[in-house]
């Protein structure tokens, strides 16, 4: 049995706890930025890094622009603030980076060269630093220079064409694809792999982690599928993507819906037998695709008669994998959430717990987001910087708060 999840700083504290996780007693040297670098770090935090964010002075107007206490991806971490565009920010962080074992930044690229801040500067100063840099098209290619979102990325990927309804338009899946799968999380893996090749090596290296790259590989399994011949590029006409009935959602009877997923003989045998459909004459076979128009209409019809909550109960115990579409608020109170303690409460905002999870070493959220400054002299104490390294730090113009 895996042990339920302990996570630090639940509740309503916010006080900053030390680490535990996998990742306990990692240094870890985060440049502020909006969308999948603060999802690294969040990921590397709450496997027990220590993050120490640099934030800038001023709260600037970045990403969607929210309080930083509801930045629940910023959680976890210290800060200081320092002013890159001053001779004295430039100092400042490359001496924090002199002491870190990762740093994680997402500017475009050639931003950190011009400052003085490029993997050649940072590496000839601690060369066992792993340098974690997260772009939307990579550091070189035709497109690096350029500017761009999570929805450009996986277009260019060809995971946006694939995503839709046939005769209907690509849908953007959220920024989930681009932005924290194939970008946060793919350089969260980068940097961890690079940490253990560090330890073994005694060298550091450069990660870089594109999202046009992490989306083509979160469709790996698609690629292989066109080759085969078992995946068609008109959208909305495959398995997986809603053009077979016995996997996509329906609308019941409250205007809410459920979501089906019976591939499966077996499973599709049982869901027949719970839409009261099994021993119904003339439906098509599973497989038959000129039939699919119809089965979509009887699972439509049969649906609709009950509410989505009718249909759980009678789903209840069956292997016909079905489930219910739930809203983020219905997600957090669904008893399996609950009983796994999938989500967590910290100051006072409610928000995904740690995952994935460890048997001997779990992970934990180390407090709530900082502000800007917050634990700035702590953190630097615990990197090793005496009081003597601290007051030059602030003389260079780093902002910390005691």
Not at 274 to 300: I, N
Not at 304 to 328: G, H, Q
Request: proline letters at 7%.
């Amino acid at each position: 049995m895996i042990p339920r999840l302990r996570v630090m700083g639940a509740g309503t504290a916010t006080r900053y706890h030390r680490g535990m996780g996998p990742l306990a007693g990692s240094k870890i040297l985060e440049f502020e930025a909006v969308g999948p670098g603060p999802f690294c770090a969040m990921m590397l935090a709450d496997m027990g890094a220590d993050v120490l964010v640099i934030d800038r002075p001023n709260e600037p107007q970045l990403g969607v622009g929210i309080e930083r206490r509801f930045d629940v991806m910023m959680r976890g971490r210290r800060s200081v603030t320092a002013d890159l565009k001053t001779d004295g920010g430039i100092a400042a962080a490359t001496l924090l980076a002199s002491r870190a074992d990762a740093l994680v930044e997402g500017f475009r690229p050639g931003v950190m060269e011009r400052l003085g801040l490029g993997p050649d500067a940072l590496l000839a100063i601690n060369p066992r630093l792993v340098y974690g840099r997260m772009t939307g098209w990579g550091q070189d290619g035709p497109m690096a220079p350029r500017a761009g979102h999570d929805i450009n990325y996986i277009a260019l990927s060809g995971v946006l064409h694939a995503i839709g309804r046939t005769g209907g338009a690509p849908v953007p899946p959220l920024n989930l694809v681009g932005d924290f799968g194939g970008g946060g999380m793919l350089l969260a893996f980068g940097v961890t792999c690079a940490l253990l090749e560090a330890h073994k090596s005694g060298r550091g290296q450069v990660v870089d982690a594109a999202m046009v790259d992490g989306a083509a590989t979160l469709a790996t399994m698609f690629f292989g599928m066109i080759a085969a011949g078992r995946w068609t590029e008109a959208r909305g006409e495959n398995m997986l993507d809603s053009g077979a009935p016995w996997y996509d959602t329906y609308e019941t009877s409250d205007g809410k819906y459920v979501a089906i997923g019976a591939i499966e003989p077996r499973f599709y045998e049982q869901l027949l037998a719970r839409l009261d459909l099994k021993d119904h004459g003339g439906l098509p076979s599973q497989h038959d695709r000129s039939g699919w128009p119809a089965l979509r209409r009887a699972f439509a019809r049969a649906i609709r008669t009950k509410t989505r909550d009718e249909w759980c109960r009678i789903f209840d115990d069956a292997d016909a994998c079905f489930a219910p579409v739930l809203t983020f608020s219905e997600a957090r109170a669904h008893p399996h959430a609950v009983a796994r303690g999938t989500f967590t409460r910290v100051g006072r905002v409610d928000q995904p717990a740690p995952a994935p999870r460890f048997s001997r070493t779990p992970g934990g959220i180390r407090g709530a987001p900082p502000e800007r400054g917050e634990g700035g002299a702590a953190a630097l104490a615990d990197w090793g910087f005496s009081p003597s390294d601290i007051r030059q730090l602030e003389s260079l113009g780093l902002g910390i708060a005691r």
